[in-house]
């Protein structure tokens, strides 16, 4: 990534994750070696705050892990994660990946404030991630679960969603002049496919959750596949 930046490349670091707010993802970075800023930084959650202000929505039940919460800061939050019970049914569901904190309960609790009239807002629909033993199911089940059984269908905000890429190259000077951006990942639909419906280029890396299988059925075709982010160096 050092290379790149002396090269002039600019450098955004994008992620569905939703169990961290973007100061821990920015000490986790800086923790494997990355130098990056605050900035540089952009996930779901920041993402659906900012669509939450768009649509001028205050009043959240957040089924997101509680550190997040931190980029939720100034939104009425009751319900959920957050715990207590809303005053009144609240504008927003938000669902995040929970991992192993979904229980019946939580889920039936989203179920019934969607039903009662809450709108709902998916921070990602990812299918699945790598987690230490192995593959994990995402966020993504759980939000078709709510949308199979409220018969309404969420708001995505975070990766595939188009104005997540375009918010994200908002940040960044000179893409407005045609400069080529190109989104490299692990995750076929999200990164690779959500890119190039942004009007990006996907590239692939093969390594995180990458499964050939995946790559071969999936009907999704990279810009380009990659071993390692390593090979990043000198690309052009």
């Given at each position: 990534?050092?290379?790149?930046?002396?090269?002039?490349?600019?450098?955004?670091?994008?992620?569905?994750?939703?169990?961290?707010?973007?100061?821990?993802?920015?000490?986790?970075?800086?923790?494997?070696?990355?130098?990056?800023?605050?900035?540089?930084?952009?996930?779901?959650?920041?993402?659906?705050?900012?669509?939450?202000?768009?649509?001028?929505?205050?009043?959240?039940?957040?089924?997101?892990?509680?550190?997040?919460?931190?980029?939720?800061?100034?939104?009425?939050?009751?319900?959920?994660?957050?715990?207590?019970?809303?005053?009144?049914?609240?504008?927003?569901?938000?669902?995040?990946?929970?991992?192993?904190?979904?229980?019946?309960?939580?889920?039936?609790?989203?179920?019934?404030?969607?039903?009662?009239?809450?709108?709902?807002?998916?921070?990602?629909?990812?299918?699945?991630?790598?987690?230490?033993?192995?593959?994990?199911?995402?966020?993504?089940?759980?939000?078709?679960?709510?949308?199979?059984?409220?018969?309404?269908?969420?708001?995505?905000?975070?990766?595939?969603?188009?104005?997540?890429?375009?918010?994200?190259?908002?940040?960044?000077?000179?893409?407005?002049?045609?400069?080529?951006?190109?989104?490299?990942?692990?995750?076929?639909?999200?990164?690779?496919?959500?890119?190039?419906?942004?009007?990006?280029?996907?590239?692939?890396?093969?390594?995180?959750?990458?499964?050939?299988?995946?790559?071969?059925t999936s009907g999704v075709t990279p810009d380009k596949v990659i071993e390692s982010v390593a090979e990043l160096r000198g690309a052009g």
């Amino acid at each position: 990534m050092d290379d790149l930046r002396r090269r002039g490349v600019p450098l955004r670091f994008v992620t569905n994750t939703t169990r961290r707010p973007r100061s821990q993802l920015v000490e986790r970075l800086r923790g494997y070696g990355f130098t990056v800023e605050e900035h540089e930084v952009f996930g779901a959650v920041l993402a659906t705050a900012a669509h939450l202000r768009q649509q001028g929505i205050g009043r959240v039940a957040p089924f997101v892990s509680k550190p997040a919460l931190e980029d939720l800061a100034g939104f009425e939050v009751a319900g959920g994660l957050a715990g207590g019970v809303p005053d009144a049914v609240p504008d927003a569901v938000l669902v995040g990946d929970l991992g192993n904190e979904w229980t019946p309960q939580l889920l039936n609790e989203a179920f019934r404030y969607v039903m009662d009239g809450a709108q709902l807002i998916a921070l990602q629909k990812g299918r699945y991630w790598l987690a230490a033993d192995g593959i994990e199911l995402d966020a993504g089940p759980w939000v078709a679960a709510l949308e199979y059984a409220t018969d309404r269908e969420a708001v995505v905000c975070g990766k595939p969603n188009a104005a997540f890429f375009h918010g994200v190259l908002s940040s960044v000077d000179g893409v407005g002049d045609g400069a080529p951006c190109v989104m490299v990942g692990d995750d076929l639909w999200n990164d690779v496919a959500g890119a190039q419906q942004a009007g990006l280029r996907g590239w692939l890396v093969r390594t995180g959750k990458f499964r050939e299988d995946a790559l071969e059925t999936s009907g999704v075709t990279p810009d380009k596949v990659i071993e390692s982010v390593a090979e990043l160096r000198g690309a052009g």
